[in-house]
């Protein structure tokens, strides 16, 4: 299953490389970085997991849009709702002042 969160930005300030910045600096008692590539290269991407939640989220940032995608996936008929709420919850509250507007969309 795969869940797609879209975050509208108000800067045109890569999300991606904050979050990533902040989990590995600050860190968070749930998420992690998994892995990211640099963020020097476009696009570039992020994998977030989540301690004892199935699935990952991937991130990518849109510049030109001032769009972070993010995407929750899962295998083995796991659903990634609870791994999504947590990042969601994340997002809201150490940088919701630079977010605009958030959708989500079930794929």
């Not at 998420?31 to 696009?43: G, H, I, Y």
Request: charge should be positive; include cysteine; glycine fraction near 6%.
């Amino acid at each position: 299953m795969q869940i797609q969160l879209q975050a509208i930005c108000r800067r045109p300030v890569s999300l991606r490389k904050a979050i990533t910045d902040d989990l590995t600096t600050r860190g968070h008692e749930v998420l992690q970085v998994e892995a990211k590539k640099s963020v020097d290269r476009k696009p570039g991407w992020a994998k977030i997991s989540g301690r004892g939640l199935p699935g990952a989220i991937n991130l990518e940032w849109d510049a030109n849009a001032h769009m972070l995608l993010a995407r929750a996936i899962t295998r083995m008929g796991n659903r990634p709702h609870k791994l999504l709420a947590v990042f969601l919850e994340y997002l809201i509250e150490r940088h919701g002042k630079k977010i605009a507007s958030i959708n989500i969309q079930l794929r």
